[in-house]
């Protein structure tokens, strides 16, 4: 909460008139998205954006044999942009008996849009939901028959593109009842998790590489100034002029300059609601299960 609490400092030393609330949420844990979901049905009568950006990328393995192969072949640029197979991970199953990764980038998400639906949905005035996905969701990566992705290993592009599918079905299912949804990708950008896959130092010694691919590939944001290029153009949008089959993406010249543009996903509509339905069948799952715990107890 400290990080939350400084930049709550932080926004109202700017915008003094502002109010500013704080609720804390785990998305890889049901009971603390069903505590944060009465807090803010308590706390709020709508809400009009709902940011979707917590994910995980847990204990990744770079495949060092795949990265100098395609340092010195002419995929390199689409390498360092979206990461496809470079990267496996380890996953584990949540406390919840779910994949980690799937319940944190994914169906955590998805239970907090269903707790706050009555705030969400409004014909008079719309709603938008704004997704973190990545260029890294990739369709070979994602199977309808293991939708938590726990027999492959590259569970974080699962999940990402998970994400680009639930946002098509919620469009599909909410779009009449005021609620809009849209995916973003922010680019390749130096954070927390990236220094997870290789050391600081070592992101140091390629940099000059990644500033050179800039100015032939716009996916390198590099900061997370940068990187919410997209994710702020969004909240000045009219959800309604939105294409929901598209994602946006974060882009930066090879000069630092920032811009949005757009990519049509590689998912059908039809995929998309078959995987919602699973959704609404695991959710039934796991509310069965939660009552049976909570009788026992």
Not at 129 to 134: G, V
Not at 141 to 160: A, I, R
Not at 194 to 223: C, E, H, K, Q, S
Request: aromatic share 10%; hydrophobic share 40%; charged share 20%.
């Amino acid at each position: 909460m400290s990080k939350a609490e400084a930049v709550r400092t932080s926004l109202l030393a700017s915008h003094p008139a502002a109010e500013v609330s704080i609720v804390q949420v785990d998305v890889s844990s049901l009971p603390s998205v069903f505590q944060a979901t009465k807090e803010l049905k308590q706390r709020f009568q709508r809400l009009d954006y709902v940011y979707l950006n917590a994910g995980i990328m847990p204990n990744p393995q770079l495949n060092i044999k795949a990265l100098f192969r395609g340092l010195f072949s002419r995929n390199v640029i689409h390498m360092f942009s979206t990461a496809e197979g470079l990267l496996t991970q380890n996953d584990k199953l949540t406390p919840d008996g779910l994949q980690e990764v799937f319940e944190t980038n994914v169906f955590g998400h998805f239970i907090l849009i269903q707790e706050l639906e009555s705030l969400l949905c409004h014909s008079e005035s719309p709603s938008q939901l704004i997704w973190t996905s990545s260029r890294n969701a990739k369709k070979s990566n994602f199977s309808l028959e293991d939708v938590q992705h726990s027999k492959g290993q590259e569970p974080y592009s699962s999940s990402k593109y998970a994400i680009d599918l639930l946002s098509v079905a919620l469009n599909r299912n909410f779009n009449q009842q005021g609620l809009y949804s849209s995916v973003v990708c922010p680019g390749t950008m130096l954070t927390s998790l990236t220094y997870g896959i290789l050391p600081p130092f070592v992101w140091m010694l390629i940099m000059p590489i990644i500033w050179l691919l800039r100015f032939f590939a716009n996916a390198f944001t590099l900061t997370p100034h940068n990187g919410t290029e997209a994710l702020v153009w969004l909240f000045h949008q009219k959800p309604e002029s939105l294409n929901p089959l598209v994602k946006y993406l974060s882009a930066t010249t090879g000069f630092g300059s920032n811009y949005v543009t757009s990519k049509k996903m590689d998912l059908d509509e039809d995929t998309a609601e078959k995987f919602y339905q699973k959704l609404l069948k695991l959710e039934k799952q796991i509310r069965v299960t939660i009552q049976k715990t909570n009788n026992q107890n």
